[in-house]
């Protein structure tokens, strides 16, 4: 059965953030997901989740400056105190919120990297998740990796699905899993029934857009009623994350997930 989850930097953007839980729930949406806690109290954001009953499915961690475009600290050479302490901040929000997944963004290269410049940046990925997932598993919590297309973060570290397969493999920790982005494969690879069957055991989330112009799902190139009975039948029973910008009024673009318990 498939569970969507609204994000909510995305969606019910007519709403100031604090009401979009309760817009969300009232669409019939049972999770949330959005991109970052930390400008709200945990508490604040607890007691939004409890009026809605909803329940908290994932965020990211810290990015870096995001104002300034870092997009994750955890590839970066010479931040690792920084990328520790926003582990603990993380863990610490994922805590109160009941939030068993949290997301670690990969972070940029700069311009123009050489292989030795990519090399540094791998083995600091690396360790930096064999932390993460160390220290999440103290508390019962997924670390969750994720390949973003190129296209709309040029540069990002992590692109491709067979990288994000290798970095899991190399690392080895149970809870480290795959978060499925099925608008960034379209774009990076496509290929994507084929590329659910291979990975669906990594996978720890799944998110959709449409394909190109990141609106509803049902708008563009991909056949998610197809992609959502592949995933019934391989077993996932993990939540999908509606990671997309509505082409206008979020409600009123909703018809899409009729068969998936939302309402228009």
Known sequence: MIRLAA???ML??????IDRFSAAADAGF???E???PYAYSAEELRHALRDSQLEQVLFNLPPGDWEAGERGLASLPGREA????????ALRYAEILRCPRVHVMAGLLPEGADATTQADHQATYLRNLQYAASEAAKLGKDILIEPINTRDMPGFFLSRQAQAMAILKEVGASNLKLQFDLYHCQIM???LIRHLEQQVSAIGHVQVAG?????EPDVGEINYPALF??????????WVGCEYKPAGDTRQGLGWGRDYGLRT
């Open 7 to 9: 994000n909510l930097s």
């Open 12 to 17: 019910f953007n007519e709403h100031d953030f």
């Open 30 to 32: 049972k999770g949330v």
């Open 34 to 36: 959005y991109l970052f």
């Open 82 to 89: 920084e990328f520790r302490d926003s582990v603990v901040e």
């Open 189 to 191: 690879e496509g290929d």
């Open 211 to 215: 394909v190109p112009e990141r609106h």
């Open 229 to 238: 009975s592949r995933l019934n039948a391989l077993g996932y029973s993990g």
